[in-house]
C-alpha cells in the first residue's frame, strides 16, 4: 500500500499570514491523484483542493495553492491570508489508479486572532 | 451537488449487539464507496472498498466476519458492527465516488460514532 506522511502533527499561524502544512508520498505508480482535506470540528471532510499527478502545474483554489513536487514525491498546500475559519485537521491524501485511498496522520492547525 | 449522507449520526449499544450504518449518495449514483475508521485525533483508515453488485474488497487487517458491507444499490451501502465490544467504539465515516460526478474524488458522509458500553 502506499504512505503518505504529514510530519507536522500541529501547526499554527498568525491571522492573515502564510502557512505551509508539508506531505510526501511513497509510490511506484506514475498515474495517481493528490487531495488536501479538511476537517473541521464537526468531523465532516471537505476537500480543499486536488492535483492530477500528470499535470506539472500546481493546483490552486483561491487562497489554497499546492507546491507539488512530482520527483520529490511532495505535496505541501500553502495557505494565504489565514482566516479563523481555517482552523482544522488538515489530511494529505493519495488515489491509487485503483481508486483506493490513503490518508496522512493528519495536520492540526491553530490560527491565531 | 454530490452529498452523502450516514444514519445514525449517533449510536449508543450493548456489547455483543450487532449494529447497522446506512451510507446513502443523495444526489448521484455511487459505483464505489468506503468505509472508514477513524480514532481521537488520528487519520482515517480504510476499512474496506465496496463496488455495487459485488463483494467488498477489505483491507488488511479488517476482519470482514465482524464488519459486514452490503452496497446493493448505487445510492446505498450499508456497514453491520456484528456482535460489537467496547473496542469498536469509534468514529466510522463513508464516502462516495462515480457516476455523474468527479470519478477520481470521493465524497464524505459526516460519520458515525459508535460507542459500545
Known amino acids: 500500500a502506499q504512505t503518505v506522511t504529514q510530519s507536522q502533527p500541529e501547526m499554527s499561524v498568525q491571522e492573515a499570514e502564510t502557512v505551509t502544512l508539508s506531505c510526501t508520498y511513497d509510490?511506484?505508480?506514475?498515474?495517481?491523484?493528490l487531495f488536501w482535506y479538511k476537517q473541521p470540528p464537526s468531523r465532516q471532510m471537505i476537500l480543499v483542493i486536488r492535483?492530477?499527478?500528470?499535470?506539472?502545474q500546481n493546483a490552486t483554489e483561491n487562497r489554497f495553492s499546492v507546491n507539488f513536487q512530482k520527483a520529490a514525491k511532495s505535496f505541501s498546500l500553502k495557505i494565504s491570508d489565514s482566516q479563523l475559519g481555517d482552523a482544522a485537521m488538515y489530511f494529505c491524501?493519495?488515489?491509487?489508479?485503483?481508486?483506493?485511498?490513503?490518508f496522512g496522520t493528519g495536520t492540526s492547525l491553530t490560527v491565531i486572532p | 451537488g454530490a452529498v452523502v449522507s450516514q444514519h445514525p449520526s449517533r449510536v449508543i449499544c450493548k456489547s455483543g449487539t450487532s449494529v447497522k450504518i446506512e451510507c446513502r449518495s443523495l444526489?448521484?449514483?455511487?459505483?464505489?464507496m468506503f468505509w472508514y475508521r477513524q480514532f481521537p485525533k488520528k487519520s482515517l483508515m480504510l476499512m474496506a472498498t465496496?463496488?455495487?453488485?459485488?463483494?467488498?474488497?477489505?483491507e488488511q487487517g479488517v476482519e470482514k466476519d465482524k464488519f459486514l458491507i452490503n452496497h446493493a444499490s448505487l445510492t446505498l451501502s450499508t456497514l453491520t458492527v456484528t456482535s460489537a465490544h467496547p473496542e469498536d467504539s469509534s468514529f466510522y465515516i463513508c464516502?462516495?465516488?462515480?457516476?455523474?460526478?468527479?470519478?477520481?474524488?470521493?465524497?464524505f458522509g459526516p460519520g458515525t460514532r459508535l460507542t459500545v458500553l
Open positions: 492535483q492530477e499527478a500528470y499535470k506539472q
Open positions: 465496496s463496488n455495487e453488485g459485488s463483494k467488498a474488497t477489505y
Open positions: 444526489d448521484f449514483q455511487a459505483t464505489t
Open positions: 464516502s462516495a465516488s462515480g457516476g455523474g460526478v468527479s470519478y477520481n474524488e470521493q465524497f
Open positions: 509510490t511506484s505508480e506514475s498515474d495517481y491523484y
Open positions: 491524501a493519495y488515489r491509487s489508479a485503483y481508486g483506493q485511498f490513503y
